[in-house]
């Protein structure tokens, strides 16, 4: 996953919020354009639209981004910063078997994942599906367990982070899978019967997930505050061209320039693909 773009009212606050709380670092900021990352890795884009409304309740759009912090330290840094900053935007916690996750919204609404994966070896999958769970998980005792006085001081400021997945709203599960599974060629890694899916690419637990928690029967997405554009980054132009080869043999409109594919998916969320190599 690459990063995500989100349009935003007040860029000054929004700028402070995912860099004073969630400890991202601004890598770059011209006119009403700001980004946001870890290690140089761009992980959240603001861009000013404040002539956009917040979009209705019960529209499709972004759920939340999830950002994957590399080491249980970081993470807990982040979540003490989250704390120290912005107690009442913290939404819950869960144990979800092959990561830790603490949730939180930013002033605008989006929502926020900050996340760990276990090991890979730990992961457990049948028939092709893995098992994720959501068990209770104490934000306090985690902070107590793994926050070091270094990360707490700001030591773990440069560590990598990134997009570990997107999690969309959508109108309904069916019309995701056709298009996220058949026409782009994620692969289903799990799904809660009817109410969301999850897929990835390569044998991750998931790169994305549609859900209809807040959304069920929404239509396409009007103008509006929230989800810009998806990023996703393709490991080589090989993939880049199977995936415009996909988009045109379904009939999706995009628009290809040989380095970058652009098209949006059936509730009007704008995805943007790039080749890594």
Request: no cysteine.
């Given at each position: ?17 995912y860099r004073d709380v969630l400890t991202l ?253």
């Open positions: 996953m690459g990063a995500v773009t989100l349009l935003v009212g007040d860029l000054d606050g929004m700028t402070r919020f670092q601004v890598l770059d900021a011209e006119g009403d354009t700001v980004k946001l990352g870890r290690a140089n890795r761009p992980i959240v884009v603001l861009r000013a639209e404040p002539s956009l409304r917040h979009a209705p309740a019960g529209s499709a759009g972004l759920f939340h981004t999830a950002i994957l912090f590399e080491s249980q330290t970081a993470l807990a840094a982040a979540l003490y910063s989250l704390a120290r900053h912005a107690p009442q935007t913290f939404t819950g916690s869960a144990d979800h078997l092959v990561s830790q996750a603490f949730y939180a919204t930013d002033p605008e609404g989006n929502g926020i994942e900050l996340y760990w994966d276990r090991d890979r070896s730990a992961w457990s999958w049948t028939h092709g599906r893995v098992e994720m769970a959501t068990l209770f998980l104490d934000p306090n005792a985690f902070i107590r367990e793994h926050l070091t006085d270094a990360a707490a001081a700001g030591a773990t400021a440069d560590d990598a982070a990134s997009v570990g997945h997107v999690h969309l709203s959508v109108g309904d599960v069916g019309t995701a899978r056709s298009f996220y599974v058949d026409t782009l060629g994620f692969d289903v890694t799990a799904e809660l019967s009817g109410s969301a899916l999850f897929v990835s690419a390569g044998g991750y637990h998931h790169h994305m997930a549609m859900n209809v928690w807040n959304s069920r029967g929404a239509g396409p997405r009007m103008p509006a505050l929230g989800l810009g554009r998806v990023d996703l980054a393709l490991p080589d132009r090989d993939g880049l061209g199977e995936l415009s080869e996909r988009l045109r043999h379904h009939g999706v409109q995009a628009a290809d320039d040989g380095r970058t594919v652009t098209f949006t998916d059936p509730w009007r969320n704008t995805l943007h693909a790039t080749a890594v190599a």
